[in-house]
C-alpha cells in the first residue's frame, strides 16, 4: 500500500481512543467514533481497511454492531477490544460477525500493531480476490469512496456539463433527455457502440437523481458464466456451488438504495434473463443456495451494443425484459456519426493524458489535427484516448505531430490509400504502398469481423504472416 492503510476505532472513551490512536498513528491513518452513528459516517465515506471496536458500546454491544457492519461494509477486517473474556454468547456473535480478532485488554502496543498488520494481509488478499472474481468490473460500489471523500465531489466529477461534446453536436440532445429522466426512478437502457461512453452516462445519471448519496455498482454481464454472474449480482450461500466458500453479498444488496448498471445486457443467456426479470418484477432476489428472499431498493440502468429490439425478433432476448429495462432508452451516436465532437473531444483527452503522464505537450500539428478529424474511429472514444496516449507517451517535443500517429490512423483516414505526401509524412513509393496495405487490411478485418483465418485466406496470406502485418502496422482491435 502505497498510502498509510485506514484503521477506524471505535470507542466511546476518549482516553482509549487517544491512547489507541498515539499507538497506532506512526504505522496507520487512524480515525475515530464515539458511537455506532459517527462509525457508520466514516464508514459511507472512508475506504476503511479494519475497524477496531471496544465491545461495551452506548446501547449496543460491538460485536452486534459488526454484524450490521459485515452486511453493509464487508471489506474492512473486523476485530474487537475488550477487558472481559469472552463468553459461549459473544463466541457465537464473533463467528456470525465474521470478527478476525477478540482482543482483550490490557494489550501491548507490539502485539497490537503486529495483530492488525496481520489483519491488513488479510485484506488485501480479499480485495486481491475480488477483484480476479469480478474481472472486468469498472467499479465496485465499496471502492467509490476512495476516488472522492464526499457525494459532492462524486457529483461534480460526473456532471451532465462534464461529457464533452461540440455546440451542434446530437449528443447534445441525449444529454438533455438524460438529465430530465435521472430524477425519476424508472430503468434506464442506454444503448450504443462500444467505447461511446454508455458507463459515463450511466454515472452521471445516478450522482445527479435522488439516488446519487447511495452506491453506483457496475457489473459487466458478457464477462461471467451465468452461475458467477447470479452470485456476483444475487448473493450466495457458502457450499452453494463449487468454489463458494462462504457467504457472498450480491451487488443489488450493496447497491441498496442506490443504482446498479448492468453493462453487456445483451449478452446474457435466456436462463438468466428469466431470474433477473423476477428481480425487476418483484423487487427482491434470492441468493444462491438460500431459501428465503430479500427486498432490495435498487435503480438499474442498463446498457448494450447490440440492438435489443432485432434480439428480441429473433428471440434472443425476453419481450418482457426488454420493456422492464427500456422504460427509458437513449442511443449514444457513435463518433463518426458526429464528427463536430473530435477536435473538442481529442483537446479535452490530450488535456488529461498530458497531466497524468506530466509532459508539457502544447496541441496537434495541424496534420495530425486532420488526420484525427479524417479518421472514422471505429471504436470511438476509448480509440482515440488510446491513440492520444500512445501520441503523448512518444512524443519527445511540445507539439505532437503527423509522425506519431499510428499506421492504421494515416492509412484509414486517407481514403484509397493516398497517403498524406504533401504533409511530409510519408513520402516514398514504399510509404503509399505500406499504407494501401494497411487500408486493405484494416477493411478485410472489418468485413470477416476480425477472424484471421478468413483474413489470411482472402489476402493469400498465412496466419503467422498476417499476424507481422497487423502489429507492423498498428492494426490491433480496439472495440
Same mark, same amino acid.
Given at each position: ?169 446530437? #449528443?447534445? =440532445? /441525449? ?12 430503468? &434506464? $437502457?442506454?444503448? +450504443? !457502440? ?67 448498471? #448492468?453493462? =453487456? /445486457? ?12 423476477? &428481480? $425487476?418484477?418483484? +423487487? !427482491? ?195
Amino acid at each position: 500500500m502505497t498510502a498509510l492503510p485506514i484503521i477506524l476505532v471505535i470507542d466511546d472513551e476518549k482516553q482509549s481512543q487517544e491512547s489507541l490512536r498515539r499507538v497506532l498513528s506512526d504505522e496507520f491513518r487512524v480515525l475515530t467514533a464515539s458511537n455506532g452513528d459517527e462509525a457508520e459516517a466514516v464508514l459511507s465515506n472512508e475506504l476503511v481497511h479494519a475497524i477496531l471496536c471496544d465491545q461495551r458500546m452506548p446501547g449496543i454491544q460491538g460485536v452486534d454492531f459488526l454484524k450490521g457492519v459485515r452486511d453493509r461494509w464487508p471489506d474492512p477486517v473486523r476485530m474487537i477490544i475488550s477487558g472481559y473474556t469472552a463468553s459461549e454468547d459473544i463466541i457465537a456473535g464473533i463467528n456470525e460477525a465474521g470478527i478476525y480478532q477478540y482482543i482483550t485488554k490490557p494489550w501491548e502496543p507490539v502485539e497490537l500493531i503486529r495483530t492488525i498488520k496481520d489483519a491488513l494481509k488479510l485484506w488485501e488478499l480479499q480485495a486481491a480476490s475480488a477483484q480476479a472474481s469480478l474481472d472486468l468490473k469498472v467499479a465496485p460500489a465499496m471502492l467509490e469512496s476512495a476516488v472522492a471523500k464526499k457525494t459532492g465531489t462524486l457529483k461534480r466529477a460526473h456532471h451532465f456539463d462534464r461529457i464533452v461534446h461540440a455546440a451542434k453536436s446530437p #449528443l447534445g =440532445e /441525449i444529454i438533455t433527455m438524460a438529465s430530465r429522466v435521472a430524477a425519476f426512478d424508472i430503468s &434506464v $437502457l442506454i444503448t +450504443g !457502440e462500444s467505447g461511446t461512453g454508455k458507463e459515463l452516462l450511466a454515472r452521471a445519471i445516478h450522482y445527479n437523481s435522488p439516488r446519487g448519496d447511495k452506491p453506483f455498482v457496475v457489473e459487466n454481464c458478457g464477462a461471467l458464466p451465468d452461475q458467477l454472474l447470479e452470485s456476483e449480482l444475487f448473493g450466495c450461500k457458502k457450499g452453494a456451488f463449487t468454489g463458494a466458500y462462504e457467504d457472498r453479498i450480491g451487488l443489488f444488496e450493496q447497491a441498496s438504495g442506490g443504482t446498479i448498471f #448492468l453493462d =453487456e /445486457i445483451g449478452e446474457t443467456s435466456p436462463a438468466f434473463q428469466v431470474k433477473l426479470l423476477r &428481480v $425487476l418484477q418483484e +423487487g !427482491e432476489i434470492r441468493p444462491l443456495g438460500a431459501r428465503l428472499t430479500r427486498k432490495v431498493d435498487v435503480r438499474v440502468i442498463a446498457a448494450t451494443n447490440r440492438n435489443l429490439e432485432d434480439e428480441v425478433r429473433e428471440k434472443h432476448f425476453r419481450r418482457d425484459l426488454f420493456y422492464r429495462l427500456a422504460a427509458f432508452p437513449l442511443h449514444i451516436p457513435s463518433l463518426r456519426d458526429r464528427p463536430m465532437d473530435i477536435p473538442v473531444l481529442a483537446e479535452r483527452l490530450l488535456a488529461e493524458t498530458r497531466k497524468g503522464f506530466g509532459k508539457a505537450i502544447k496541441g496537434f500539428s495541424d496534420d495530425a489535427s486532420a488526420v484525427l478529424r479524417a479518421y472514422d474511429w471505429p471504436g470511438n472514444v476509448r480509440e482515440m484516448q488510446n491513440e492520444i496516449q500512445r501520441m503523448v507517451a512518444l512524443a519527445d517535443g511540445d507539439t505532437l505531430g503527423l509522425d506519431l500517429l499510428s499506421p492504421r490512423l494515416r492509412a484509414r483516414a486517407c481514403p484509397g490509400g493516398r497517403a498524406l505526401a504533401d504533409a511530409g509524412g510519408m513520402r516514398t513509393l514504399k510509404d503509399h504502398v505500406e499504407a494501401l496495405e494497411a487500408k486493405l487490411l484494416g477493411e478485410a478485418l472489418s468485413r470477416h469481423r476480425w477472424n484471421i483465418s478468413r483474413v489470411a485466406d482472402e489476402m493469400g496470406l498465412s496466419r503467422v504472416g498476417l499476424r507481422a502485418k497487423l502489429q507492423r502496422y498498428g492494426l490491433e482491435r480496439t472495440g
